[in-house]
């Protein structure tokens, strides 16, 4: 597919148009590479490399079967991200591409800037997970409907169909930029029946090859929408704004700040309103709205009606036309009003800047690998590791783990557990030959975790003596790390 013609892009390369484009991109690249590898991997990663390792790819085919391959040279953790990396370079690229098709060159730039910048699609293409995969597959199908909108050929609806089949097999949450696809190509080819007829036998290609994943799929989404709240507030509504653009993860945001940021999600609403209800909105501008806010209001009324995923990694499928639509509006102010243009610079610029000092300086992610170094900086012969859950054993353990101390899962340390003293000592009273007791404790926020947390410091303080105590705390939870002693190394042999 070529997006843009050939004897475009001699010119381009003559002139100095590719110059800024490439500038951006080394910038992504480069803030993409700083500190890769400095954090643990996060459950959601570990997840991935289960899944990955068992073959067990689910409905998300795609991701997984592209990380094994990638896995086959190493598991370090900062080459595993490194896929997500690539395709999160390529997706500022695409911006750019998708920008200057609709738009313009200076829209271009900008939402290639903001993309490239933005915590939000750094931290993703950062991560061992599908989404950064996903944002790149959806960009380049929503390239070739661009194609097919202008000048529609077989070869063109080809790049669509594989596009967006790629696209649905890495997530399939993509098959709602299928619905502003439809009422695109059917409004402006309403009266073309041949070009209808091609796009009803692309449509129908795209729901066969999704047919073994589709039944998996509803099952998953159904099981989780039945766990998640409803009804999104609106600060969490206008929050992923800035979480989209300037501020990851939101969770993290110092209270002092809430109203600064705030006023930064009201300030893009007034980009995207000034821009939309601009009388001289050309037809792709049209499309771009399109692909933006049908797949945003579909999550959205999902959120409300059936369990919330108003959350960042969902949205990814509209972010970046959104941002376009940002870029786009951020112009118009220029050219109306600089002085208003440069007021909402200054409060992108503070806001940037606040949020990528806070993503590169501050611990984001649970220190699971920090964890595993403090055991094994200083286990001895005799020691015994008690973990709450197979998943610190199976996953955490198993990926940064390489010594031979014995390590065991002990249910009643689950903090969501409502369960007396007794259980949790019992629990802990299984090794009575251990000399110390490696204890990892992941704690939870809500009253009944602090109430289980009140339960085993008491049983710690009547069956032990703590010889260390560590802390490693990330945005989503905090762990842990007790180094006990037994009071009686034999306190329950009989």
Not at 5 to 17: D, F, G, T
Not at 343 to 364: D, F, I, K, W
Request: hydrophobic share 50%; with cysteine.
């Amino acid at each position: 597919m070529n997006i843009i013609p050939i004897n475009e892009i001699r010119k381009a390369v003559l002139s100095k148009q590719w110059v800024p484009v490439a500038a951006i991109v080394l910038l992504a690249t480069a803030l993409r590479l700083y500190q890769l590898g400095t954090e643990s991997l996060w459950t959601d990663e570990f997840h991935s490399l289960r899944a990955t390792e068992n073959f067990k790819f689910g409905f998300r085919v795609l991701y997984f079967a592209l990380l094994r391959g990638w896995m086959l040279l190493s598991t370090d953790d900062a080459w595993l991200r490194g896929l997500s990396v690539v395709f999160g370079i390529g997706s500022v690229f695409l911006v750019y591409q998708l920008s200057y098709r609709l738009i313009g060159k200076s829209v271009g730039f900008i939402a290639a800037f903001t993309v490239a910048v933005s915590p939000l699609f750094i931290f993703h293409s950062q991560e061992v997970r599908m989404y950064m995969l996903s944002t790149f597959l959806t960009l380049f199908g929503t390239l070739a409907m661009v194609n097919v909108l202008e000048r529609p050929t077989v070869l063109s609806l080809g790049w669509w169909v594989i596009a967006r089949i790629l696209a649905i097999y890495t997530t399939p949450l993509n098959l709602l930029l299928l619905l502003p696809d439809i009422l695109l190509i059917f409004w402006k080819y309403r009266n073309r029946t041949r070009v209808l007829s091609g796009v009803a036998i692309g449509l129908f290609a795209v729901g066969l090859l999704f047919l073994p994943v589709a039944a998996l799929f509803v099952s998953k989404s159904q099981q989780f929408l039945s766990r998640a709240n409803k009804w999104p507030s609106f600060a969490e509504v206008v929050g992923q704004l800035p979480a989209a653009t300037v501020y990851w993860p939101m969770k993290q945001l110092p209270e002092s700040q809430f109203w600064f940021y705030g006023l930064c999600g009201l300030v893009l609403v007034f980009l995207l309103g000034f821009l939309i209800f601009n009388k001289k909105r050309s037809a792709r501008l049209t499309w771009l709205t399109a692909w933006a806010l049908i797949p945003t209001a579909i999550l959205l009324g999902v959120s409300c009606v059936l369990g919330d995923i108003w959350t960042p990694r969902y949205l990814l499928l509209s972010t970046p036309y959104l941002i376009i639509l940002f870029a786009a509006g951020f112009l118009q102010v220029w050219r109306w009003q600089k002085g208003v243009a440069l007021v909402v610079l200054s409060v992108y610029a503070v806001a940037l800047g606040g949020g990528l000092l806070h993503y590169y300086g501050e611990q984001n992610i649970t220190d699971w690998r920090g964890l595993v170094q403090t055991i094994r900086a200083d286990e001895a012969t005799g020691d015994v590791i008690a973990v709450p859950s197979d998943f610190a054993r199976d996953l955490v353990f198993d990926h940064y783990y390489a010594g031979s101390t014995p390590i065991y899962v002990v249910e009643p340390l689950k903090s969501f557990r409502e369960v007396e003293p007794s259980v949790i000592e019992q629990g802990l009273n299984q090794f009575p030959n251990a000399s110390r007791l490696w204890l990892v404790y992941e704690r939870s926020t809500d009253d009944r975790g602090q109430e289980h947390q009140q339960r085993l410091q008491s049983v710690i303080d009547e069956q032990f003596s703590m010889a260390d105590h560590s802390v490693f705390s990330g945005y989503s939870d905090t762990i842990d790390l007790f180094l006990l002693i037994p009071h009686s190394p034999a306190r329950n042999a009989s």
